[in-house]
């Protein structure tokens, strides 16, 4: 089976699984885990931040972030269809107790002038205190919606800039943030450099099962450890699962360029087939979505699973293809006359 519906679906390899296996581990609550402490510590080094904190999950990380930024009451702009909003559960508003205030865009990169429009300022002759005060901003750096989208680096520090002059702190869901740096060539502390919080994944393109951290200062990483345990992220001998992402960080960083290959290579492809519409200069990382004008996306869902191939629909006529460590070059061309045979045929 060729499993295209998120790079999440990947196995451990043979190798990750005995850096699983020797791993050195103790009590991570305790801060006794080895393991953690040295993913941590690289984590860290990699974004040029002081400290990080290793959590179980992508929402843990952006939602212990957003709490260490907040309190309950105030409010955090995001781009409308940021993971932080469309797929977190409604977190911002259940764990933060904050508001959100969305940015409509059409990649997910937004301008200066889009942040400072749903910022709210003071308003002479307007009683004090009556609005809830905006204290965040969130980018997303892949954005997953906006299709693997990479911000332009100057757009992200004019952005991020103009945050600060208007006194906001600035998060990052750099959940593919590994696939953004390969893809830009600018390394990812550079892109850290411009926030005060990043979250970063292990179990996306980089292929680890489990696991992700948020980096920032020493001071906002001792706040964050409280959230983490209160949200049920505090773990114990988190090592086994701390040796796999650091396994991943020094061994797949560089190969997601492979991953990126691919993924243009399966969008070339499909904007040949009738009955799809996909651009395929804007495929720049390992995502893509497809407009499908003949065959509704749940039945070529159907159908391809059931000639081996796995695709994720995400509305009725549009579905999303997701490379990874898992598929070759090989497997594209396998996938593409799969989806060329149940379009010829009409689903």
């Not at 994944?201 to 489990?210: D, M, R, W, Y």
Request: charged letters at 25%; glycine letters at 10%; one cysteine or more.
């Amino acid at each position: 089976m060729i499993d295209l519906r998120s790079d999440t679906v990947t196995q451990p390899t043979a190798a990750m699984r005995e850096a699983i296996a020797r791993a050195e581990v103790g009590d991570d609550v305790y801060g006794e885990d080895p393991t953690v402490r040295a993913l941590e510590e690289r984590v860290a080094s990699l974004l040029g931040k002081e400290a990080a904190l290793f959590v179980p999950s992508g929402t843990m990380a952006n939602q212990v972030a957003i709490r260490t930024h907040t309190e309950p009451g105030d409010e955090i702009v995001a781009d409308a269809r940021a993971h932080v909003l469309l797929y977190e559960r409604a977190a911002p508003t259940a764990l933060s107790g904050v508001m959100p205030r969305p940015i409509e865009s059409e990649t997910g990169v937004f301008g200066a002038d889009e942040l400072r429009a749903r910022v709210r300022l003071p308003v002479p002759g307007m009683p004090p205190g009556l609005f809830p005060p905006t204290r965040l901003v969130c980018l997303e750096n892949t954005h997953n919606a906006g299709g693997g989208t990479v911000w332009p680096f100057d757009r992200f520090a004019e952005v991020a800039h103009e945050a600060r002059r208007l006194g906001l702190a600035v998060h990052l869901d750099g959940a593919r943030l590994w696939n953004a740096a390969v893809a830009s060539g600018i390394p990812e502390h550079r892109w850290a450099g411009l926030c005060d919080s990043v979250a970063v994944c292990f179990s996306k393109g980089l292929g680890a099962p489990v696991g992700s951290a948020v980096a920032g200062t020493q001071g906002f990483i001792d706040r964050a450890r409280r959230f983490r345990g209160m949200f049920g992220g505090a773990m114990r001998q988190a090592g086994v699962l701390a040796a796999a992402a650091l396994f991943a960080l020094e061994h797949h960083r560089e190969r997601l360029a492979e991953d990126h290959a691919n993924a243009r290579r399966l969008a070339e492809g499909l904007a040949q087939l009738p009955g799809t519409e996909v651009d395929p200069t804007r495929v720049v990382t390992n995502i893509l979505y497809v407009r499908l004008t003949r065959v509704p996306a749940g039945r070529f869902a159907e159908r391809a699973e059931a000639m081996g191939v796995r695709v994720l629909p995400v509305a009725e006529d549009r579905i999303r293809l997701v490379t990874h460590l898992d598929v070759s070059a090989a497997d594209i061309d396998r996938a593409l006359a799969i989806f060329a045979a149940i379009l010829r045929a009409g689903g």
